[in-house]
Structures are given as C-alpha cells and as structure tokens.
C-alpha cells in the first residue's frame, strides 16, 4: 500500500479496538503496580502512539497505522477510551493518628533540598489547662516509598478521595441511555 493511502482517514474497526483496550488495560495495571505517575504514564503513552505511527509508515503497515490512528495519547483519553473517563475527585491525605485532612503539598517540606514530610499540626484540646494536652499530633503523613527505579518518593499512608454530590448527579444525569433507566 501506499504512503498516501496509509495517511487516509481511517475506519474504526473493532477488532482495532479490542487490541487497544487490551493494551491500556496491561498499561493502567503496570501503572497501579508499580506505582508509575501520571506524568511518566502519559509520556509513555504519547511516545508508542509517535513510535508506533513511525513505524507503521516506515514499514508500509495500514492496520498498524490504524492502531495508532485510534490510540488516546493522553491520560484522560486513555481512560475515556475504557469508558472511564476523569473522576474528577479530590484527593486530600489522612493524618494515621487524628485523621486531619490535608492537601498534599501542606505536607511537604525541604530540608537540605531534600523534600521530607510534615507532621500533623492537629491539637485535639487547644484551649486545656494542661500543657500535655494542648500538643499537636505530630504523626508523620507522608510515607518514604521506594520505586522500582530505587528513587524514593513520598506517598501518602492514607487517602481520602472527596467529589460534590453536585458533580456525582451531574456525571450521572449525562450518562449515555440515562433516560431509559
Ligand atoms: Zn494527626
């Protein structure tokens, strides 16, 4: 075939589709496994749809090159693609001991331009007689986890993930088939 006709609009076939789901499918399960960002995610999303158009003009091959066509080079269109599309929730990390809730970056801190965790500020009788009691929690929120490539990063020992109800009725109103519920 031709370069020309490779460059062509291409028609959705489903076994394409089939090939791609499963292969976001092994992604995403990679991703949760080993505790790949988001940021490393999509980058290796964009670079297969890039790599893998490359090679299918270089090696004169339409169904590669119709995979690609079909192939989300973004988080969220990877996840609209297995139909779960952005969650839009909230995520705040949980305090082990008092369960204060914080946003993740008022629990980091740097010393010696090392980033570390903080400690939970959290004071349960502010206004008791005893100084004993008027201390803060001081529990450690963020965890030293280590990656598959040895660099250590911080994770959270407890999440809580928050979306307005406004929101949830929204996403679920404007649902495909919702009126036929
Ligand atoms: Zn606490």
Not at 16 to 43: D, E, G, P
Not at 115 to 127: G, H, L, N
Not at 151 to 176: A, D, G, R, W
């Amino acid at each position: 075939m031709e370069e020309n006709d490779i460059s062509k609009a291409v028609e959705i076939n489903s076994s394409h589709v089939k090939v791609i789901h499963l292969l976001l499918l092994f992604l995403f399960m990679w991703q949760s496994l080993y505790r790949i960002s988001n940021a490393a995610f999509t980058l290796l999303l964009t670079f297969f749809k890039r790599f893998f158009s490359l090679m299918s003009v270089y090696l004169g091959l339409s169904t590669l090159h119709q995979l690609t066509e079909i192939m989300p080079s973004t988080l969220y269109r990877a996840k609209k693609f297995l139909g779960h599309p952005e969650d839009n929730f909230k995520t705040y990390v949980v305090c082990p001991s008092c369960h204060k809730l914080y946003t993740f970056s008022e629990c980091c801190k740097y010393e010696n331009r090392k980033k570390v965790s903080k400690t939970c500020t959290f004071v349960r009788y502010p206004s008791h007689s005893q100084a004993r009691m008027r201390k803060p929690c001081s529990e450690i929120l963020l965890n030293q986890a280590k990656t598959s490539s040895g660099t250590f990063h911080l994770v959270p020992f407890k999440v809580y993930c928050y979306k307005s109800v406004v929101v949830s009725l929204e996403q679920l109103l404007n649902k495909p088939n919702m009126h036929t519920l």
